[in-house]
């Protein structure tokens, strides 16, 4: 009777093992390689580096990236919530009526925090990449694909991940110093993705800030406004 691998399906010999979990792992090791090399190099050489990283074969290791920038983002959020909305602390440790001597807290429902969150972020991510990549080759006549300003996302989301995982450790110390890494963090994000734009795309220098301006003002615009009238609607 026939054997067969039970991951790949592969027909094998009597004793024969089959290679495809050797495969899988080196291909995660190497994914994980290509994470710590990107995550060096954003803080090292981050122009050199994004230069040589935006390219469309680096699609599964730039969601590998924005994939851990949403994993680091809703570890802030969680922390944010434990730390400094549960409980409300109104007057004192806790917000008290001194009439029927009640306590008030709020119980954070932490798993649906966590899938909105991963769900929210998936969407910006596709949004920005799509939005980008229709505004520098429709708008601008830009030599660009979609794979490629998804790509083109990666490596600032791997530095980001980076500054959120600081800002959580400072949410502990207290709120003003997270808040200062948060800021300094998105401003050199948003110089990153400016200068990484030019690598994603062939647009005129001069059209790259305007390319970059309109992305994120549609790609707020929809998300602020648009979807929650779609959902109020759809409830």
Known sequence: MAKYCSNCGKELNKGQLCSCKE???KQ?????????TLLKGMFTYPVDTMKNFIQEHNF??????IGVNIVTLVILICIFLKEFASPIELFGNYSRNYFFQMETRI?????????????ILAVIYA?????????SAKCFKSKTS????????????????????VAAMCLLIGMPFATIVLVAGGLLNMYYMYQGLHYACNANKNYLGYILMLTILLT???MGYI?????????
């Open 23 to 25: 495969i899988e792992k």
């Open 220 to 222: 707020g615009f929809i």
């Open 146 to 165: 979609y794979k490629k300003m998804v790509v083109w996302l990666g490596p600032t989301a791997a530095m980001m991940s980076v500054v959120y995982l």
């Open 227 to 235: 979807v929650p009238r779609l959902l109020i609607l759809h409830i």
């Open 107 to 119: 119980e954070i429902p932490y798993v649906r925090v966590i899938l909105v969150t991963i769900i």
């Open 127 to 135: 949004l920005m990449s799509g939005i980008a990549y229709g505004i």
């Open 28 to 36: 995660i090791s190497v994914f994980v390689n290509n994470f710590r």
């Open 60 to 65: 599964i290791n730039a969601l590998i990236a």
